[in-house]
């Protein structure tokens, strides 16, 4: 009866990938290639470990780059399932900004990071890409599970600024209220996506699993 009363449905447990250096104090990492800090695969075990505790995916979603990797890795081992690259989820590219902190930028650039910070969505990265190119990249990660997973649980690991573009197109809100949503390291989202395309949200950013964790 349940799976009547579900069917089609597919649940999507949206996370970030563990710590890695670059997080505090702020730098714009994009497409840089960092490896987990000893606290980020420790986040990464206590995400597998809560996942495998309470769903049964069938499968991992990471972006391509091995914070995401490792951090999905991860929960495919403890789950014992499939984990695979899909494009969708990459980072933004930030252009000349990747690497270069926050405080540099806006000392070097005190409009541009003024804007970025009170209306992203108007902002292009010199040299790099915008909110909307992440929007696009990760629409057709969303596409990709809805053909594959109607009735399925699957895991997406990707990063802040995807992870927040995914959401507000979930919850159908503008890119200009980007900043209103937070993406901690390891965090999990629950979002359910009906076959009449209903959305509902069983939570946003939560760090439960993380509280033994000495976070630095």
Request: net charge neutral; with cysteine.
């Amino acid at each position: 009866m349940a799976r009547t009363l579900h069917s089609g449905m597919t649940r999507i447990l949206l996370t970030r990938h563990g710590h890695v250096d670059g997080i505090h104090p702020a730098r714009f990492r994009g497409r840089a290639e960092l490896p987990l800090t000893a606290l980020g695969l420790a986040q990464a075990d206590a995400l597998a470990a809560r996942i495998a505790a309470r769903w049964k995916p069938v499968a991992v979603y990471t972006s391509s780059l091995q914070r995401c990797v490792v951090t999905g890795g991860r929960v495919a081992e403890v789950g014992n399932i499939p984990a695979s690259v899909h494009d969708g989820m990459g980072d933004i590219d930030y252009g000349t900004w990747q690497m270069r902190t926050h405080a540099e930028i806006e000392m070097e650039s005190p409009e541009a990071y003024r804007l970025w910070r009170r209306a992203p969505h108007l902002v292009r990265f010199p040299g790099g890409e915008s909110l909307q190119d992440v929007v696009a990249r990760t629409s057709n990660a969303l596409r990709m599970v809805l053909e594959r997973h109607a009735d399925e649980t699957v895991v997406l690991v990707g990063h802040d600024s995807v992870n927040r573009a995914l959401l507000l197109q979930l919850l159908d809100q503008p890119l200009s209220a980007y900043w209103k949503l937070a993406q901690d390291p390891c965090a999990l989202n629950e979002v359910e996506i009906l076959a009449d395309g209903n959305v509902r949200v069983g939570f946003i950013n939560d760090t439960s699993h993380l509280d033994r964790l000495d976070r630095g």
